[in-house]
């Protein structure tokens, strides 16, 4: 397996405009993670998944974030408008519901202007 | 949510033993603890992950006393490479429709291995 799929790895956008991250999990998890990461406020979950529906989105910021998992293969995350405090490494996770484990995609680097 | 507290950075030299100690005053019967390892531009990687004693992998050992309201992560004869930031972690397993418990990994140890 490839392990993680994250597309884009790097963005970079004017301020109000959407951004889309795409997550690919590993085939066969059944958890999905978004994380968010900054130097203040260090890594945080956004919101989770089991079996494609949404678990705990308590972690997502506000309205302007939105998460979807259509299908166990891939996953979204937007942001509409995009501000500038956004600016982070946006991390998506997988794992097997028996284990602890999880597994970290590449990572998107997102810039808001 | 048991919270964990760990330093906020440590250093040390190539060829000695390491051990980073996380608090976990907290934690609840069901809860295990997991270490991550996170390296700059990348994602977090899983280290090891125990319950009480010691775990011990081909990368790193786990001290977890008996009260349990601890852990050590114990690296040893590390080398540059071992720089990065490391996260404890405690939680229960999640079944389906678990709660988030063991997913606050907040902002790590930064360890820094020198020559």
């Known amino acids: 397996d490839a392990g993680v799929i994250q597309s884009p790895r790097h963005e970079v956008t004017e301020m109000g405009q959407e951004v889309t991250l795409r997550c690919k999990p590993i085939?066969?998890?059944?958890?999905l993670f978004w994380y968010r990461q900054t130097m203040m406020r260090g890594l945080e979950l956004l919101i989770y998944f089991n079996n494609n529906v949404p678990i705990d989105d308590s972690g997502m910021p506000e309205d302007r974030f939105s998460a979807k998992m259509p299908n166990a293969s891939f996953s979204t995350l937007k942001i509409q408008p995009s501000e500038p405090r956004d600016s982070a490494v946006y991390f998506c996770a997988s794992r097997d519901i028996d284990y602890n484990e999880q597994f970290f995609g590449p990572g998107t680097r997102l810039t808001v202007l | 949510l048991a919270k964990t507290t760990q330093p906020i950075s440590m250093d040390s030299y190539e060829g000695q033993e390491v051990n980073i100690t996380c608090s976990h005053n907290n934690i609840a019967t069901n809860d295990y603890i997991t270490w991550y390892q996170q390296f700059p531009s990348q994602g977090p990687r899983f280290i090891i992950q125990?319950?009480?004693t010691k775990v011990t992998n081909e990368v790193a050992s786990l001290f977890i006393p008996a009260d349990r309201k601890s852990s050590t992560l114990s690296l040893p004869r590390v080398s540059l490479s071992d720089t990065a930031v490391y996260y404890c972690?405690?939680?229960?397993?999640?079944?389906?429709?678990?709660?988030?418990?063991?997913?606050?990994f907040g902002k790590g140890t930064h360890l820094i291995i020198q020559p």
């Open positions: 085939s066969g998890h059944d958890y």
């Open positions: 972690l405690v939680g229960g397993i999640m079944y389906s429709g678990g709660g988030a418990d063991g997913l606050t």
């Open positions: 125990g319950y009480k």
